[in-house]
């Protein structure tokens, strides 16, 4: 009786070795150890350029390149029936280079994040709302710095604070934050962009 072998395509594979092997793209499982390593151990592609690219595999070519080299066991193929391949040859350690991204990305939101809130509150009259309201409780005008104004600002901070679940390195809650979900989706964009292109050139040849 042949044994089966599962294979499970991963979404998306990193590495930085120029050699792809298969337990690098995929989850691999048979009741057959050594054959389960055997498997793992076949060589998908080798990557002849060493620059930071994403190459695309479908699950065919992988299947087929497994059965060349192990044609008496039966394959099960699972999963995704693409995988993208993320190379990135390995980099000395820029700790400085890293936190000058850093601080850069934060200025950058800081800055635009405090910019939109200014221009928000600016286009709905906001303060023209908390002074109308002071008017309306207290009988009297706002000098502009009322409680009203203290509370709505730390308000907003409190409600970013919650709505992005972190405070500080730990999270609120086990659920993802808003920003894990963005990314997420636009890594699997840039996915389907990349399988899309890459069935379009086969067509094409």
Sequence with gaps: MRETVYIKLKAVAETASQDVYLGDA????????E???RC???KLMHIQRPQKHR???????????????????????LGAEDVVIAYAPPAPPRPLW????TL???????????????TFNNDVSASDVFKEVHLLVMGRESDGFSILEVSYCVGLALGIIVFFNHIAFKKLNTDPTPLEVEMRLYEDDISKTLI???DREETKN
Excluded: H, T
């Design 104 to 118: 850069f990305v934060c200025g950058i939101c800081f800055f635009g994040a405090a910019f939109a809130i200014m």
């Design 98 to 101: 890293q936190w000058a991204k």
């Design 196 to 198: 899309a292109n890459a």
């Design 35 to 37: 054959a389960q390593n």
């Design 40 to 42: 793992r151990a076949v």
């Design 55 to 77: 190459y695309v595999m479908s699950a065919v070519d992988a299947a087929a390149i497994l059965k060349e080299q192990e044609p008496s066991l039966e394959l099960e193929l």
């Design 26 to 33: 995929a989850q691999v499982y048979c009741q057959d150890r």
